[in-house]
């Protein structure tokens, strides 16, 4: 029967793959046809041509992700500075605006295409046991093909940053940079304290939700359960409610929208696109002073160099890739691959943090309204109808984020400390593994068809939704490792999810709940029905017992798309530290790491917010110590 299922989702896949194609390249052309507002021709960001390239200029930033566009972006206020900003990837296509499209650009050209070892405790259901782990390759990063939840995390987080011996981290210190990232426009929060406005990333509520929406909230309402606010940055984040996004007129506010579009066009900035820095160049005679980098860009290789800076802003997995090939990084580990140690820095690419999720909990469930849905089903919306709303209308299934209808933060019995930091996540999504045929969904989860096919096939093109849990402050601790000296090699990345037992303790826990907001009145009216099929992975042990729910963890277990760590911020007394609280690299002069993989911990929610405010206070770091010294407070 499996080899049936596997070989009927193989072909409708194949099937329904040709007319799908045929809508998306008639949205595309009626963009640009008529929603000049994504075209956007006069802002689009160019970049300069090679010939151009100057000998020299006073700061480097290496990655025009979420990091790197605000780097650029403030640096380059100061008009007497001259900054190079490097980018692999291109300018976002047209499609990339519109909320709904997002998961078409994993595993697709915009994509680095990372993936993790293979385990045989997760990812269990995945192409060769192996998490896939999407990561930007264009101008914006992660903030051009992300689900674009605005999320900051939580006080406890950045005062635990401070506590570590990494001072001005704290919360009261860098609410200030979040907020001058933000141009907030739900209405409302006009004279929040917590909110900024006119500022670069415009945050809305995301447009054209489903009837599932409500019922999600009544039924975390029937719990006791909905946020008080329904504002997770303010005062607090525990409870349920619809997320804000970084959204501006409904579509995508990538930082490359927010940032760069603003500001591309200064005569003392440039922007090389698909250009790939292999490695830095440090000082040969001793001094350790990262002098500037050596990149590719079509069939040539240059040489660039820094007056003041180079900056690393290439994400979690490439900027301790980039310090290792360059020799920065454990001894242990270069030497075996013939790379010259420059600097022994034991915690490059270790502290390796993600958010897990365990996405296979589908529920069905029974429309009170016979032949009208209420979930999103694709054969229903990709349509011409839903292309011209969104084209004349500015309305309807393209703006729509089904992934998220309503966010949760809640505590579990694990979390003790009586504080409001919340240790489970939840999604509730108005849409299942069925929902699309298994096109966008089952591709980007990189699970295989034969699972698919066995788990999911019964249910296909029925209504339903997900309720998705993730673990917010994971105590396992992966790690990213050199395969060759070659930049363009992916580096192995070992997630080690769930290393620590009590990491899934707290992910069955919130499974639980998870099922529990199922059995409210809200959801039983609906008769909300978990998918049994899944029991199909474990069909030894006990259908809804503990065991159950780890076995849905390892079978379906989803990155959300949040590594951070690898090059971690400490005091001087960690000797895994990389980066001290000024963001500079330990033992070597003339480079910093700003990005993502400076956190020590991961933040309480999506990761995105907090990257942008690391950049935003790194540039006012970078401005304060070249404004005081001579020589910008190296030593």
Known sequence: MTA???????????????????????????????????????????SIHIEQLRNSYDFIIVGGGSAGCVLAARLSENPAWKVLLLEAGGDEPLLMDLPQMYPVFQRSPWDWKYSTEPSDRYCLAMEDQRCFWPRGKVLGGCSSINAMMYIRGNRHDYDHWAELGNPGW????????????EDMRVPGYEHSPYHGHGGPISVERYRTPSPLLEIFMDAATQLGLAHPDGDFNGRTQSGFAPPHGTLRDGLRCSANKGYMRRSWQRPNLDIVLKAFVQRLIIDPRGSKRVQGVHFEYGLGEYDVMASREVILAAGAL????????????PQEQLQPLGIEVVQHLPGVGGN??????????????????????????????????????????????????????????????YQKSG????????????????ADGGMVGRRGAAITLDNYANAFEPLMYQDSFVIAPLLLRPRSRGFVQLRSPDAKMHPTIHANYY??????????????????????????????????????????????SDAFWECLARYYSQTIYHPVGTCKMAPDSDPFGVVDPRLRVRGLRGLRVIDASIMPTIPNGNTNAPTLMIAERGADMIKEDWHHYSHGGWI
């Open 4 to 46: 049936v299922n596997t070989f009927v989702t193989f072909w409708r896949f194949l099937l329904t793959l040709g007319p799908s194609a045929m809508v998306i390249l008639m949205l595309n052309k009626g963009i640009k046809d008529y929603r000049l507002d994504i075209v956007d021709e006069e802002q689009r960001v160019r």
């Open 170 to 181: 704290n919360y009261d210190n860098i609410l200030h940079y979040f907020r001058k990232a």
């Open 318 to 329: 490439a900027s301790p890739q980039l310090l290792m090939v360059s020799g920065v990084g």
């Open 352 to 413: 390796l943090q993600d958010h897990i999720s365990t996405s296979g909990a589908i529920y069905t469930f029974e429309s009170p309204q016979p032949g009208r849905h209420l979930s999103f089903l694709v054969p229903d919306q990709l349509n011409e109808e839903s292309v011209n709303q969104f084209l004349h209308e500015h309305r309807g299934f393209f703006y729509a984020m089904p992934v998220s209808e309503v966010m949760g933060f809640i505590s579990t019995r």
């Open 419 to 434: 504080r409001d930091w919340p240790d489970v996540q939840l999604f509730m999504g108005s849409y299942g593994y069925g």
């Open 499 to 544: 290393d620590d037992p009590l990491d899934m303790a707290i992910m069955v826990e919130g499974l639980k709940l998870a099922h529990h907001l199922t059995q409210t009145p809200a959801m039983q009216q609906l008769n909300a029905t978990l998918n049994i099929y899944e029991w199909r992975n474990c069909p030894e042990v006990e259908y809804l």
